[in-house]
């Protein structure tokens, strides 16, 4: 709840800032038009509603973010995070002084705070207050901008709009800060007439010298204490540590003799970082992703409190299973506890959402397809290495199309030949039934491939399909880039040998019957053979098919 309330109001003081950064660029029209814009301006913020959400969202936001300090258990942030907190800091005085010398003296002083006022300040103050008033935009804006990155990145819709956020991110800045810069010009050249800047101030009621010096004392009265709150946010992160760690320890243990050992209440991505183990979290520990995720195992497992209804929500996005919990939102209890990180520690954005729910393990019943070309060593012999990938890849671009028109995954290319994968999410008997069509797909395809190559090939394209069905091991396996969903097991081997023997049979299918039983066909008449396969116990019953485009015929 404190992350939503903290991301709302940042929603709100934004949209302020917008308005007012609007504003100050009708200067690049007019001082006249500048200060007609205020109007609105004041319309919308200066009335009771407007000021009761303004300053809500502000004392909101700013007391959100040092309890979001202080709830911190590492300061290991990344080099982003850090200079978003640098510039947060920065906008207490700069901001302070502005406030102060504005709402504050109104309120107190009957002060005009309008843009007469500010330019007036600016001109007979010099350039230390030119500076000052002309970076607090700039602060703010960037503060603002690496904020809702962070918050949006995630969103499915942020990279397509990606572009249009940063013009916008660029423009209302540059055009703010030009049109606060010749509004300034303009003045300053007003200035020069005599007792032009005496009326200003007399129309704005300028305070004495007294009620300056008082605005000046509430102003570091301010900055002093929000300086005070921050201190004793670290200060009071210390005293915390030392309690909590009265209360018992957690040992978790990362493999390869990676161990470490924290105080019980810091998040497992805390305790990570703390050790200096490198983990994967795209939304910095908001609970927002999932390339946090670990698989949590070990002794003491069951002492684990359940998943709130957030990182629940996240973790049935990527449909992870019972052993898998956030890192950024576990807070285990003293004990021995076993940590296996999912995603690689170089996980960005796109891991968030492109996990599917079998990349965490399981024994599913898929189809799968082996298919490779029948002689291609010598059909390659003789053409130039271009020749060859352009082949190859026209082939792999066919039955990659047939396949996916089918229902079924592409799961690798190795060398001339393919690997596909059925029923990933379906029912067994689709599965089948996908794995049957796209063997059917693919031999069309090959014909219409031969047929456009008919003038560049000595003699036409073949291959050789290999179907079968069965349980799989299905998971994400490998490493770092290239870890992929997949599947092992004997059926997946069988599929193999069964694609071998479309050579000695003379076929461009061989199908075991299994599969065919499972999706309700009977093919009766194909050819049938029982066959040894090498590492499997028993004989197999299967079909052998001339031409797999037959299937349509013998269905």
Known sequence: MAGRIRLWSSYILFFYVVTHLLNHSLGLISLRVLELGRVWFVFIWQNPLGQLVLYGALFAHFFLAIWSMFRRRSL????????????????????????????????????????????????????????????????VWIHACIGLHFAWRLRPWYGTWLPALYAVALLIPAASIAGAAIALRDFAELAQQPGFLQEVFAR?????????????????????????????????RRVRSLWERRAGVVYLSYGERKTTSHAAGLTVLEMSRLAGIPHASVCGGRGRCSTCRVRVSGEDRAKLPPASADEQKVLSRVGAPENVRLACQLRPPPGHYRITPLLPASAGPVEAYRRQP?????????????????????????????DVVFLLNRYFRATGQAIEAAGGRVDKFIGDGVMAIFGLTGEPQVACRQALDAARRMAVALDDLNEALSGDLDQPL?????????????GEMGYERAAQITAIGDTVNTASRLEALTKEFGAELVVSQELLDCAGMALSDAPRHEVEIRGRQG?????????????????
């Not at 504005?102 to 207050?129: I, Q």
């Not at 004989?539 to 269905?555: G, I, W």
């Open 76 to 139: 290991r942030l990344s080099p982003w995070e850090w200079t978003q907190f640098a510039l947060g800091l920065s906008i207490v005085p700069l901001a302070t002084f502005h406030v102060v010398g504005t709402r504050v003296a109104h309120e107190l002083f009957d002060v005009h705070p309008g843009y007469g006022w500010v330019l007036g300040s600016l001109v007979s103050g010099g350039w230390p207050g030119i500076v000052r008033q002309f970076s607090l935009p700039l602060v």
């Open 204 to 236: 704005a009621n300028v305070p004495k010298p007294d009620e300056i010096a008082e605005l000046y004392a509430i102003s570091d009265a301010l900055v002093a204490g929000a300086a005070i709150l921050w201190i004793a946010a670290f200060a009071g």
């Open 358 to 386: 079998q990349a965490h393990g399981g024994e599913h019943y898929v189809a799968i397809l082996f298919a490779d070309i029948r002689g291609f060593t010598s059909i390659s012999e003789g053409k130039l290495p271009y």
């Open 462 to 474: 073949r291959i050789g399909i290999g179907l079968h069905a069965g349980p799989a091991i299905v």
């Open 539 to 555: 004989r197999l019953m299967v079909r052998a098919l001339k031409s797999a485009s037959d299937l349509t015929a013998m269905s």
